[in-house]
T-cell receptor, first 116, second 113 residues
Framework: KAGVTQTPRYLIKTRGQQVTLSCSPI?????VSWYQQTPGQGLQFLFE???????NKGNFPGRFSGRQFSNSRSEMNVSTLELGDSALYLC???????????????FGPGTRLTVL | AQSVTQLGSHVSVSEGALVLLRCNYS??????LFWYVQYPNQGLQLLLK??????LVKGINGFEAEFKKSETSFHLTKPSAHMSDAAEYFC???????????FGKGTMLLVSP
């Protein structure tokens, strides 16, 4: 079974631009979560989607947004990029909630975003 | 609220030595606990998890962890380190019914020959 895929793997943008990152979950997984990883703050939760609905959101400004499509693929968007948005953005997928097992999250390789 | 503390941002061992990475958690309800490993320029790979049942959990690559409720700990061990174990290790907690992982700051494991 194919794992979580994320595209692109690397991105370089300049301040003020916007960026869209994509995540395809493991087949059969319908929950997708996004995390930001930086050296200073570590791994921080951004948001989680299930059935095209945002279920949870972390403590990030409104410049960070996301969505999920009917095939469970997800995108996240960051508008008006700032230098501090430089990070590794990780996507994780899990089985639908309520399947009787804690939703183990499986991570993709991440997208490395550099903001200049 | 839940939180995870990993003692030691860096741990150095010699090849063949015991690996011990410490993780303590705080949770108001019985937690589910995970260890993930991250190799350079890669995502997180699940090593092992504790949900319910047996408190000693075995994972991949010879790692295991023991859930100790009285000590609120979930330390990761491996009897004999290998050079390929050099990576960053993250402990994480999640509450049953929720989908948000809370991670520790990570511990970089350095293995010397």
């Amino acid at each position: 079974k194919a794992g979580v895929t994320q595209t692109p793997r690397y991105l370089i943008k300049t301040r003020g631009q916007q960026v869209t990152l994509s995540c395809s979950p493991i087949s059969g997984h319908r929950s997708v979560s996004w995390y930001q990883q930086t050296p200073g703050q570590g791994l921080q939760f951004l948001f989680e989607y299930f059935s095209e609905t945002q279920r949870n959101k972390g403590n990030f400004p409104g410049r960070f947004s996301g969505r999920q499509f009917s095939n469970s693929r997800s995108e996240m968007n960051v508008s008006t990029l700032e230098l501090g948005d430089s990070a590794l953005y990780l996507c994780a997928s899990s089985r639908p909630p309520g399947t009787g097992v804690t939703d183990t999250q499986y991570f993709g390789p991440g997208t490395r975003l550099t903001v200049l | 609220a839940q939180s995870v503390t990993q003692l030691g941002s860096h741990v150095s061992v010699s090849e063949g030595a015991l690996v011990l990475l410490r993780c303590n958690y705080s949770s108001s309800v019985p937690p589910y606990l995970f260890w993930y490993v991250q190799y350079p320029n890669q995502g997180l790979q699940l090593l092992l998890k504790y949900t319910t049942g047996a408190t000693l959990v075995k994972g991949i690559n010879g790692f295991e962890a023991e859930f100790k409720k009285s000590e609120t700990s979930f330390h990761l061990t491996k009897p004999s380190a290998h050079m390929s174990d050099a990576a960053e290790y993250f402990c994480a907690v999640i509450n049953s019914g929720y989908s948000t992982l809370t991670f520790g700051k990570g511990t970089m494991l350095l293995v010397s020959p």
